[in-house]
C-alpha cells in the first residue's frame, strides 16, 4: 500500500489483470514534479 497523503501534486495509481498464468501489471503516474506524465505496463509469466 502507498501513502496518498501527499498526493495533491498528482495521482498515482496501478492495476494488476491476471488470466492464463500470465499477470499484466501497469502503473501510472501524473505528477507535475516530474513535468509530465509516465506509464508503465509490466508483462510477468507464472510457471
Same mark, same amino acid.
Given at each position: 500500500?502507498?501513502?496518498? %497523503? ?11 489483470? %491476471? ?25 510477468? %509469466?507464472?510457471?
Amino acid at each position: 500500500m502507498k501513502d496518498t %497523503s501527499g498526493a495533491t501534486t498528482g495521482s498515482e495509481g496501478s492495476v494488476t489483470y %491476471s488470466f492464463g498464468g500470465t499477470a499484466i501489471g501497469m502503473k501510472f503516474c501524473d505528477s507535475y514534479t516530474l513535468s509530465g506524465n509516465y506509464a508503465t505496463i509490466e508483462f510477468q %509469466s507464472e510457471g
